[in-house]
């Protein structure tokens, strides 16, 4: 198949849809498939050499118009080539394909709401979306997008993500297909993986008895740390363990919120790491209490790894969770005492032994392979009904 993938920006180093675009041209280049991109930067050495690159000189302006404009000179591009298929990756509109890897903006902004405990604070906030700019042009772009002429196939990667479609749009199965996110289980493979979780916990001065549970995440704020803070401190004092805060460097908020509420010395707060995989090894389970994840990687790397994982009903990745086997799934981020009690029974080492088998097998499971052989399967579909028409 002639196939087009349209993104601003394909850097994959920065991580996220750019390295995820990487990967899907790469694998769809080596089965065959003609792969075109619609870009205004991108790095060729990361991407097949076969790759048809079709520059989009795009001026730069306000946040909240950029995505309009990168948008419009897509649907030109496009329009005076011919693709079996074509997809959209973020905040464009029109092609056969539209594949919202962060979910639906309305959905993200109402749940952003929720990381807000106080509802004085929560009103607020929502007030202040009324004076913001690119929150009122994505939200006119996302309706564009979705009930505008084109009624493009939408791939969503979680029956979260889904239901928001419904939700927010009315929009019903028959547009969406469910192909969950995934990664290759097998950038977690290590040999010296004991030797690389003793060296890592060394780092840390912790023993390899103390039971230690992973946070990783850039945005604290809608990840749920400030909650995880709050539920350590409701796990019982005389159960040792450790919570390893990665991501984001800074920390001093999260620091004191930890030593008001005497549970300092639970924390090891390791800023940022380019590759976190030795906090995984270190680690022996993931806690993720966040507010909202169309469908979280850091839960699928835990799983790879062995780690069962504690997270929210609002992440989509908990669909692929066999609870309580290789993890548990809290209704609300706040709720310091259901927080706390999952934690604890991640500290009973029987528990944390069964559950690594399951996580494993639930992470081999869904494989990038098989996310890609569906993805395909999309696309398939996608091209015999243009063909057919």
Known sequence: ??????????????????????????????????????????????????????????????????????????????????????????????????????????????????????PLVRFVASAAKWFDLAAWSFAKLERKQYLGESKSVVVVNSRMVLGHFAQFYGIGPDRLRVVHSAIDPGRFAAADRPARRFAERRRWEVPDDTPVGLFVAMNYRLKGLAPLIRAAATVPKDK??????????????????????????????????????????????????????????????????????????????????????????????????????????MLDPAYRSAARESALTAAARWTFDQHYQALLAVFREVAARKTAA
């Open 240 to 345: 040792p363990f450790k919570l390893a805060i990665v991501g984001h460097p800074k920390v001093g908020k999260y620091q004191r919120l930890a030593h008001q509420l005497g549970v300092a010395d639970r924390f090891l707060f390791l800023g940022h790491r380019n590759d976190p995989k030795d906090s995984y090894f270190a680690a022996d389970f993931l806690v993720h209490p966040t507010f909202y994840d169309p469908c979280s990687l850091v839960a699928l790397e835990a799983l790879a790894c062995g780690l069962p994982v504690i997270t929210t009903k609002y992440n989509g990745a908990s669909e692929l969770l066999d609870v309580p086997a290789n993890g548990l799934v809290i209704d609300d981020p706040h709720d310091a005492s259901a927080l706390g009690y999952a934690i604890d029974s």
């Open 1 to 118: 198949m002639n196939i087009a993938l349209c993104y601003e920006s394909v850097l994959p180093a920065r991580g996220g849809a750019e390295t995820y675009i990487g990967d899907l041209a790469r694998r769809l280049a080596a089965d065959g498939h003609e792969v075109h991109l619609y870009a205004c930067r991108w790095d060729a050495s990361s991407l097949p050499a076969s790759t048809v690159f079709h520059q989009l000189d795009v001026p730069s302006g306000p946040r909240f118009l950029r995505p309009w404009r990168f948008g419009a000179a897509v649907e030109k591009a496009l329009s005076a080539n011919r693709h079996d298929v074509t997809v959209g990756f973020d905040k464009t509109w029109g092609q056969d394909v539209l594949y919202p890897q962060g979910g639906l903006h309305a959905a993200s902004a109402a749940h952003n709401r929720r990381k807000f405990a106080n």
